[in-house]
């Protein structure tokens, strides 16, 4: 039933590569986010939009950029990664203001 | 800055009992508060949302409350089974910078016995 979707669902790769993950919604949502969450530990908000070309830094401080070129896709960019990108991270969207968040499955990313 | 404090420790109930779990806060009501339940793995699946002029909202077998002057939310799960078994968030909203963003707690985690 989920319309959202992210990928790779896992990723394991070296230092300093670059990274893309990718989250795509078919919903024609115009608010994306991409939320950080170690295991155990509460959603972090790193990114958010509210439409194409609209991108904004969330409340934790993160080295990934974002881009929302078309509604659909808002993906996310680590330049070099770090072992301390190592995380789950999930994409979410929503119709409007003050409505639910629909989330995708998750990125889990290590970097070795 | 807003706080969310849900019970860290696991919630352990036998099946056929009401499970309640409580999600405090600690700064400004919000105008509205979620709960979604996650899986291991998988994402967060939104189950309720109440208003802050909203006492009660119930689906199913699932009711929420919202208490502004304790701070406080309580999620009830009757007649619990064991698919009910996961980690439940309370979200609030940030409407105080009309950013439209939610705050997540860190969840509790229900455990239901068979």
């Known amino acids: 039933e989920a319309d959202i979707y992210q990928t790779p669902r896992y990723l394991v790769i070296g230092t300093g590569k670059k990274i893309t993950l990718e989250c795509s919604q078919t919903?024609?949502?115009?608010?994306m986010y991409w939320y950080q969450q170690d295991p155990g530990m509460e959603l972090h908000l790193i990114h958010y939009?509210?439409?194409?070309?609209?991108?904004e830094k969330g409340d934790l401080s993160s080295e990934s950029t974002v881009s929302r070129i078309r509604t659909e896709h808002f993906p996310l960019t680590l330049e070099s990664a770090r072992p301390s990108h190592t995380s789950q991270y999930l994409c979410?969207?929503?119709?409007?203001?003050?409505?639910?968040?629909?989330f995708g499955d998750g990125t889990r990313l290590s970097i070795l | 800055s807003q706080k969310i404090e849900q019970n860290s420790e696991a919630l352990n109930i036998q099946e056929g009992k009401t499970a309640t779990l409580t999600c405090n806060y600690t700064n400004y009501s919000p105008a509205y508060l979620q709960w979604y339940r996650q899986d291991p793995g998988r994402g967060p699946v939104f189950l309720l949302l109440?208003?802050?002029?909203?006492k009660e909202k119930r689906k199913e077998r699932l009711k929420v409350t919202f208490d502004t002057t304790l701070k406080q939310s309580l999620f009830h799960i009757t007649a619990s089974q064991p698919a009910d078994s996961a980690t439940y968030l309370c979200a609030l909203d940030m409407s105080m910078d009309s950013s439209y963003k939610l705050i997540f707690g860190s969840g509790t985690r229900l455990l239901v016995r068979p």
């Open positions: 919903m024609g949502h115009d608010k």
């Open positions: 939009s509210y439409g194409v070309n609209s991108t």
């Open positions: 109440i208003r802050e002029n909203e």
């Open positions: 979410a969207s929503s119709q409007g203001s003050y409505q639910p968040q629909h």
